[in-house]
């Protein structure tokens, strides 16, 4: 490791939990890439309905498989100063984060032939290193030896409050029950799953953001993080 290096962050949790804002502000601070692995299994969620694969509520597997291997995702740089998603080349950024989509989403990403495609991606735009990426078994499974990874939980009414103003700011008319009621039904299916599980690792730090501002949590995590890259770059020199 040279001094220049970078190193990979995983940041895991439960829906809600504010991994997303911490990664991306954390990104930014350190010049490093955020991926929102959450928004792959969004784009692929969005890609099933809009292909008439989920209907009346059921999925159907052997289809989705089928026309698997015509979805490709990426982030790119447009009008924010940050990377959205896009699905075959459109901008899905607004469409991927409906209630529609937080209903179908879990149970789509606990699909095994899923999962090996967006793992394979998500591991390979963290090749480089220098990448701040945001799931449920990003320390587990796609960085496994990723130098530093978090654990953020959350008091399941500050997740709903926050999911539910981000709704409402959208235009979604939604009650808090409902919001409730769909992050404990992810939150269970995304830690019983069979693939790759959302655990927390031994060697991820916890974070509890329940009561923390954001500000004063991005730089906990600022000099947790930097000290870290010192330390390392330290070591090899
Ligand atoms: O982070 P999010 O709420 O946008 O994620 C949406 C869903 O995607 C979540 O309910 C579970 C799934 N997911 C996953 O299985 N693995 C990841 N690394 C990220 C998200």
Same mark, same amino acid.
């Given at each position: 490791?040279?001094?220049?290096?970078?190193?990979?962050?995983?940041?895991?949790?439960?829906?809600?939990?504010?991994?997303?804002?911490?990664?991306?502000?954390?990104?930014?601070?350190?010049?490093?890439?955020?991926?929102?692995?959450?928004?792959?299994?969004?784009?692929?969620?969005?890609?099933?309905?809009?292909?008439?694969?989920?209907?009346?509520?059921?999925?159907?597997?052997?289809?989705?498989?089928?026309?698997?291997?015509?979805?490709?995702?990426?982030?790119?740089?447009?009008?924010?100063?940050?990377?959205?998603?896009?699905?075959?080349?459109?901008?899905?950024?607004? $469409? !991927?984060?409906?209630? =529609?989509?937080?209903?179908?989403?879990?149970?789509?990403?606990? %699909?095994?032939?899923? @999962? /090996?495609?967006?793992?394979?991606?998500?591991?390979?735009?963290?090749?480089?290193?220098?990448?701040?990426?945001?799931?449920?078994?990003?320390?587990?499974?796609?960085?496994?030896?990723?130098?530093?990874?978090?654990?953020?939980?959350?008091?399941?009414?500050?997740?709903?409050?926050?999911?539910?103003?981000?709704?409402?700011?959208?235009?979604? $008319? !939604?009650?808090?029950? =409902?919001?409730?009621?769909?992050?404990?039904?992810?939150?269970? %299916?995304?830690?019983? @799953? /069979?693939?790759?599980?959302?655990?927390?690792?031994?060697?991820?730090?916890?974070?509890?953001?329940?009561?923390?501002?954001?500000?004063?949590?991005?730089?906990?995590?600022?000099?947790?993080?930097?000290?870290?890259?010192?330390?390392?770059?330290?070591?090899?020199?």
């Amino acid at each position: 490791m040279s001094p220049k290096d970078k190193i990979n962050i995983a940041i895991d949790g439960y829906s809600a939990s504010g991994k997303s804002t911490l990664a991306k502000l954390l990104a930014n601070k350190l010049g490093y890439t955020y991926i929102d692995s959450g928004a792959m299994y969004r784009a692929v969620t969005l890609f099933a309905l809009e292909r008439g694969i989920i209907k009346e509520g059921n999925i159907y597997k052997p289809s989705l498989l089928e026309i698997l291997p015509q979805l490709n995702i990426e982030f790119k740089k447009e009008s924010k100063n940050y990377a959205e998603t896009f699905l075959n080349e459109i901008n899905v950024e607004k $469409k !991927i984060r409906t209630l =529609e989509i937080a209903k179908y989403v879990s149970p789509i990403s606990a %699909i095994k032939e899923v @999962r /090996e495609k967006l793992v394979s991606l998500q591991q390979s735009m963290g090749e480089k290193k220098g990448v701040v990426m945001d799931g449920r078994d990003i320390g587990s499974t796609v960085f496994p030896d990723a130098e530093l990874k978090f654990f953020m939980i959350s008091d399941i009414d500050v997740r709903v409050e926050r999911r539910h103003q981000e709704l409402t700011q959208r235009g979604d $008319k !939604i009650s808090k029950t =409902e919001v409730k009621e769909n992050l404990r039904k992810r939150d269970y %299916i995304d830690s019983n @799953r /069979e693939e790759s599980p959302l655990i927390q690792v031994e060697d991820a730090i916890v974070i509890d953001n329940s009561e923390v501002e954001m500000d004063e949590l991005l730089i906990k995590l600022g000099k947790i993080a930097e000290d870290k890259i010192t330390y390392l770059n330290q070591k090899v020199s």
